[in-house]
Every structure is written in structure tokens, then in C-alpha cells.
């Protein structure tokens, strides 16, 4: 039964537009966030001096933890993005396609 | 420095939840009683109790049991989620490690930070969408239900009462020091409490005891970052001036250090945090206790605020401890500046609140670490619990044809059956190394759980054969591995040189699991398993939608 409604989404246009820009969407941030830290951990293992470095001249504050304090808070405020999107935009598409997949039952 | 560095990282790697400690062997010496940390220790006891007498009034059905009926908001499953990953090791073992090689215990916190990102944006609204109980639930949805669960509930299991282990051992030492109390003691105490948590209140009582130790630590440990702070007038510039003046690494303090001097083994680890972290059946069960994807994903976001921030207030505190413990003479033995810190070096974080706080601080503190190792302890008897009574009895065994009534009562049994086993490895290890425990859970969650789950919900072609090989060549491996490395090749069984160069075995254990999924699904032609990539699609619009996901009970 429920295989038919499955069948119903599926070729529901809706359901290619969620999962395409959703999973575009989602996986663009990922990059984001794989390219950043990996990134980020090959000058720590290749360039620590450099992180070592302070800001500006005479500055206490030292580029690796500046960075790295602005990762944490760049990462956060993505899985925020993330989460405004999804929960929104895209929930809203998937409440709309399963209405219309169940109303056609009838 | 490489050694301590590599002990500290040991520890670290329990701090995924955990605690432990290698580094705590630098003294066995039992602290005097504390008895502001036991009265206020019995406070939280006394607590959880009570919730768990609540709770165990509102756990009737499975549903109720394994996942708390799927009642849990996203706040509050973010709170739970933070206070599993926030342990007592994340907060003795990282503000020590900040201690003595400052930035470097802030490079390690992102890393464990950063995989929770990733786990939001490729996984958590499937893992809701697909899963009910465990997450054998989701990769046996369309394959073998028999071969793939018992494969499923193998893993879990392994990684389970290996993760036990250790929790038990390290809370034993733990308490010891800082309660004053005897270790077998500690390991009853914990045991018997955890087996009470579980069988009485199941997944309802385990997140609030998570919850409640989670806003404990959040409140104790920033009460201390403030007071600490404001001796330094709240400016990081005044505070790092002071800290390189006094620091033996002095203007190198805030420079990376020996942490990731060799890029595999730094490669293999970071790995291993991040898709062990995603492999854990205790973590991956938390996303079935909330009612939609919706709530899913706002636990994520919940939980990774919580773990930012804390993590930034664990690296000031060790900052802060480099001047005000690591100045003053009380906490070294013998009184002398720069010897040996009184307890160990995880006892910095301690030692800086009686430093700001006094003895309540201190007691509060000490009865917060105290209460995260219960909670740890709760949520991994309830997920190895959940792999014998759900995946092996009813699904397995009993073939879905087991009563709810039954079921339950076979995770009691599990329950009451893996505490029991908890505390007699507790005992019998304790004199034993047992940091090899903690990279062999996290190879085997990263080797066996995390490969077969995301392909199992990523790609189509995956079938029973290709799945089975890959989840039993991950876990063979990654078991081997360890074996043959240093940590245990050496280090237990007292040989002369390690088999195995890596003391991390993600690295290699995880191709080996993707690739042999890969290609026994590919040569995989049987009538069966063109029935199962044909059953992805109904499964893809599920993970994509949730419809027909089991929703909420209450």
C-alpha cells in the first residue's frame, strides 16, 4: 500500500526538486566544512609556524587560534543555516508531496 | 613530550564521551574523602531517582523503553547529546592537555567539533526518517533481516563493552581520587546505579539523567571560567601575556606543537573522531528518540552550540590554570613549583576551581564528573542492551513474533546481564592498560558501524553479501589492527616491536570495510539482491520524506 504512495512521490516533480536542492544544498555546506578543517589541519601539520604567528604586530593574538575561533563559530552558525532551511523551505515541500501523494488515494 | 602528548591524546579520544585515564596512573594515591563532593553527589543521586521513578512510570511499550516513545523535544535532545559528548575526560583530559601544551589542546577540540557539522548535513534527518530502535534498524531495512542485524548487533556489541570498560576503569580511578573513595567501591556504585537508571526508566530516565549532568557541567564550568577570568580582568590579551611569561613552551604556548608532527597518524585519528563519532551506538540511538527529522535536526544544531562553547570555555580554563594553578605551590607535591601536580595532571581543572571557588566549587565539580560517567555509562548499557533484546531476541531469534512484553523484559535481563559484566571487567582490568579499549571502540564504530550505515542509505547497489563482508572485514580489521599495534602488541602482551606501525586504525580499517562492501555487492548477481537494490527506491522516498517513519507515541 504505502509502496504505491512511494511510487505516487516519486515521480512527483516536487520530489526531484526537494531532493536535488536539498542534497545540493547539503552537500555543498559539507565541502564547506571538510575543506575548511582538512585544510586547516594540513598547515598545522605542513606550516605551524605560521599559525603561530600573531594577528598584527604586537598583538597577544596568535592566527591558528584566531581562525580557529572563527571556525567554531563559521561551523555553528552553518548547521544553523542548515537547520533554517530544511526545517523551513524544504519541510514545507515534503509536507506539500505527501498531501498530494495521500489525496490522490481518494 | 611526544609520550605524555600521546597518552593525553589517548584520553582524549575517550572524551568522545568518555573517561579514563592513562595519565592517571602518575598516582593511585586515594585523596582523603571529600565530603562536600559525595553530599553533593547524593543530591544528584537523589535527583535521578526520582525522575527515574517518573520515568519508569511512563515506560510501558518498547517504543517507550528504547527511545523514550519519541517524546524527547530537539532541545532537550541536544542537551543529551552535548552531556554524551561532553565528558569528564572532555574536561579533566582537554583543560590538562591545555595545560601543559596549550594550543595544541584547541586544534583537538576542533576536531572533535567538526564532525557533528557533518553528521547534520548527511545524515540526521535519514537516520531519523529510517531508524526505530537501533540503528540495525536502517541497514537491514531492505537486506537479510537475520545475517545483517546479527552482523549489526555484533558491532555494536563490541564496541559497547569495550567502551564500558574502559568508562568503568577510568570512573573507578577517577573517583577514587577525587571522592576519596575505594575503587571497587566506585565500580559497584556506578554498576549498580547505571542498572537501576536503565531497567527502571529506561531511554526516558537516561536522557534526563544526560540532561540534568549536562547543565551541571555547563553551569560548573563556566562559574569557574568567570571566576577564573576576572582575575585577569576578562582580557585574553593580559591573560596570554601572563601565561607565556610563566609557561615553560613560553612565546610557543599559542604555536601547534608535537600534536600532529606525524600527518597519518594525525590523519587516521581525525578519521576516526569524526566517523566513530558517527558509528557509535549510543550516539546514533538519541536520534531515534526524537518525534520527526524536524526535532532531529534541531538537536544537532542544540547540541553542537553547547560543545562549541564549551569547548572554548574548557581552553580558556586551562589557560587561566596555567597561571593560577601552575603558580601556586598548595597544589604541588611536596610544594614545589613545577614538580608534580598533586592527583596527576588531569587534576588541574579540579585544582583550579578549588583555586577561584573553594571547597564547594571543588565538591561541585567532583560530583559533576561523578554524575557524567553515570550518564555515559546509562546510555551505552541501554544501546548494547537494545542490540541484544531488539536486533538479536525479537528480530533474530523470535522473528519479530516476541510480545512487547517479552521484548522489554529480555533488555531488562541484557541490562542487568551487561552491568553485571561491567563491573566484573572493571575489577579485573584495573591494574591493566586500558587505553587500547577506547581506539578499538572507536576503529570498529568508524571500521564496521559508520561504512555499512551510510551506504546502506547513499547507495543502491549495496546488497546482503556486499554489507556482511564489509561490516565483518571492518570489524576483523580494525580488531587486528589494534592487536598488532604498539598499544597492545607491545604495551599488554609485551612484545618487543608492534606488527601494526599506526597506533589509529582508521585510516586503513575504513577503506578496507567501503571496499569490500563494494565490490562483494558488485559481484553480488543473486535473485535476492536484485530484490534489494530494486527496494531502495521506496527506501530512498522514506529517507528523504519520513513518510511512514515511525513517528512519535505521546
Known sequence: ?106 | MTRRLTSALTLLLLSGLACAGPAMDASGVKQPTNWHAIIMFLIFVAMTMGITYWASGRTKSTADFYTAGGGITGFQNGLAIAGDYMSAATLLGLTAMTYTSGYDGYIYMLAFFAGWPIILFLMAERLRNLGRFTFADITSYRLDQGKVRTMAAISSLVVVVFYLIAQMVGAGQLIKLLFGLDYNIAIFVVGILMMVYVTLGGMVATTWVQIIKACMLLFGGTLTLLLAYSQFGFSLTTLLEKAEAVHKLGPKLMAPGSLLADPITALSLGLGLMFGTAGLPHILMRFFTVGNAKEARKSVLYASGFVGFFFNVIFLLGLCAIIIVGQNPEFFEGGVVGGKIIGGGNMVAMHLAKAVGGNMLLGFLAAVAFATILAVVSGLALAGASAISHDIYARVIRKGEATEKEEIRVSRYATIGLGLLAIVLGILFEKMNIAFMVGLAFGVAAAANFPVLILSMYWQGLTTRGALWGGYGGVISAVMFVVLSKSVWVDVLGNKAALFPYTQPALFAMPIAFIFAYVFSKSDTGPRSKLEKEAFEDQYVRAQTGFGASGASH
Request: aromatic fraction near 16%; hydrophobic fraction near 50%.
Open chain 1, 1 to 106: 500500500m504505502s509502496s504505491v504512495i512511494y511510487e505516487r512521490m516519486r515521480v512527483n516533480p516536487k520530489f526531484q526538486k526537494l531532493v536535488h536542492e536539498r542534497g545540493r544544498f547539503a552537500w555543498t555546506l559539507a565541502t564547506i566544512v571538510l575543506v575548511l578543517f582538512y585544510g586547516f589541519f594540513m598547515l598545522v601539520a605542513f606550516k605551524p609556524g605560521l599559525l603561530g604567528q600573531p594577528i598584527a604586530e604586537g598583538s597577544m593574538w596568535a592566527i591558528g587560534y584566531t581562525v580557529e575561533l572563527c571556525m567554531f563559530v563559521f561551523f555553528w552558525l552553518l548547521t544553523v543555516v542548515y537547520v533554517r532551511r530544511a526545517n523551513g523551505e524544504f519541510d514545507d515541500l515534503t509536507a506539500e508531496l505527501i498531501k498530494e501523494a495521500q489525496k490522490e488515494r481518494l
